[in-house]
């Protein structure tokens, strides 16, 4: 079963489910990124500007290195899922609200980069799709009336969208890869902040240096 990142006592930023959004936009960058100096902040802030934020203690940044790391060795592997509280069977609440509103907060940071490669028209069409669903989730009257007022004829429908999710993050992902693989761009070592004899990121209760690491 996944698990969202186990916050630390005396965590004053945004739930778990907002970031768990937080953590899979920036997994879908085709570029490398700076936690510090991108996404990690909207962690604290939710993206707002606001003075005197308490930095991340050194104990909370490992905690949600952890995560994105094992998000990252998910979507290599095409597994990932989407923990239980933020179950696409159920009916929609604050919680998948809160997830999308933590990958809508982190996307500005992503976005450029997909703006200055060259995908294929699926991938295109599918980047654009889980954007839609992330509206949808985070928003979903609101994003009808948008879309209605902008002209256009059918409405989707939102809850089709809702089922293809998971098909969305995993072709993304691998569209990501695909760039930063074939543009040598993995200079940014996702494990960098795990030992070899460290629990696997994967989860899968091997130790690194016998799972993932081979």
Known sequence: MTSMVELQSG?????????EGALLAANLSPAPLDPENSWMPVLLTGGMDEDDVEPMTSEQKKAVMLRFEQQYVALMKHTYELPAELSLD???????????????????????????????????????????????????????????????????????????????????????????????????????????NDPCPCGSGKKFKKCCSK
């Open 90 to 196: 159920a009916s929609r609440n604050e919680n998948h609200q809160a997830f999308a509103e933590g990958f809508l907060a982190v996307w500005p940071h992503i976005e450029p980069a997909w703006q200055e490669i060259k995908v294929s028209d699926g991938s295109r069409r599918m980047l654009s799709a889980l954007m839609t669903t992330m509206l949808f989730l985070h928003d979903e009257q609101g994003t009808l009336d948008q879309m209605k007022e902008a002209g256009l004829a059918a409405l989707p429908s939102p809850e089709k969208y809702y089922q293809q999710l998971p098909l969305m993050i995993n072709e993304v992902a691998l569209a990501a890869d695909e760039v930063q693989q074939g543009s040598g761009a993995r200079a940014v070592n996702p494990y960098k902040s795990v030992g070899r």
């Open 11 to 19: 965590w004053e930023g945004m739930p778990a489910t907002f970031i």
